[in-house]
């Protein structure tokens, strides 16, 4: 059975400092790993995609993750926090051989905020 | 290129009444993933659109109902309203879901 684990609910950061969002996965194949950002009233924009090309995913604004199979990790990262930043983290699970059958595993989220 | 266009925005209705959303996809995406965010409850999938056929639904009542018309545009279809069907609806679109989906802003629904 495939399931996506984000290890914390919240996250607080001071602007200008790393950001790191922990995501562990469970899937039978071979995966594809998606960050999603969703800012409050909004819908979610995709931050980032792994697809078994490059581990190290570079994203928009900054984001950055790496998927390490040995650890079924695939944390998001950013050098520095901005205000902006600020922010639902989401992320998702999409299994392969899976016969077709199609449908993301979101984590529960996680809530970044960025303190001045 | 336009995004994915989710209507109404907002909508209010009462206890046992019908709700209708609405989605368009990203110009050439054939498929469209229907979501409902409650408060609390996290992304729960609801329904799978390919090619007008209904492909997977996710763990909701028959009272949730949809389609998907020829040009790729979806219809979401709540019955009997209840009060805990109130929650951001989410309509995303792909072309193959490896490569990600595209989500609209959603339609914030408001059952009294």
């Known amino acids: 059975a495939q399931s996506v684990t984000q290890l914390d609910s919240h996250v607080s950061v001071s602007e200008g400092t790393p950001v790191l969002l922990r995501c562990n996965y469970s899937?039978?194949?071979?995966?594809?790993l998606f960050w999603y950002v969703q800012h409050p009233n909004k819908g979610l924009q995709l931050l980032l995609k792994?697809?078994?090309?490059?581990?190290l995913v570079k994203g928009i604004n900054g984001f950055e993750a790496e998927f390490k199979k040995s650890e079924t990790s695939f944390h998001l990262t950013k050098p520095s926090a901005h205000m902006s930043d600020a922010a639902e983290y989401f992320c998702?699970?999409?299994?392969?051989?899976?016969?077709?059958?199609?449908?993301?595993?979101f984590g529960a989220g996680t809530r970044l905020a960025v303190h001045p | 290129e336009a995004g994915v266009t989710q209507s109404p925005t907002h909508l209010i209705k009462t206890r046992g009444q019908q709700a209708t959303l609405r989605c368009s996809p990203i110009s050439g995406h054939t498929s469209v993933y229907w979501y409902q965010q409650a408060l609390g409850l996290g992304l729960q999938f609801l329904l799978w659109?390919?090619?007008?056929?209904?492909?997977n639904r996710g763990n909701f009542p028959p009272r949730f109902s949809g389609r998907q018309f020829p040009n790729y545009s979806s219809e979401l279809n709540v019955n009997a309203l209840e009060l805990e069907d109130s929650a951001l609806y989410l309509c995303?679109?792909?072309?193959?879901?490896?490569?990600?989906?595209?989500f609209g802003e959603g339609s914030r629904l408001t059952v009294l």
């Open positions: 792994y697809t078994s090309a490059a581990t």
């Open positions: 998702v699970v999409s299994p392969h051989g899976s016969g077709g059958y199609n449908k993301l595993i």
């Open positions: 659109y390919d090619e007008g056929e209904e492909r």
């Open positions: 995303a679109s792909s072309l193959e879901p490896s490569r990600g989906l595209f």
């Open positions: 899937s039978s194949y071979s995966p594809s």
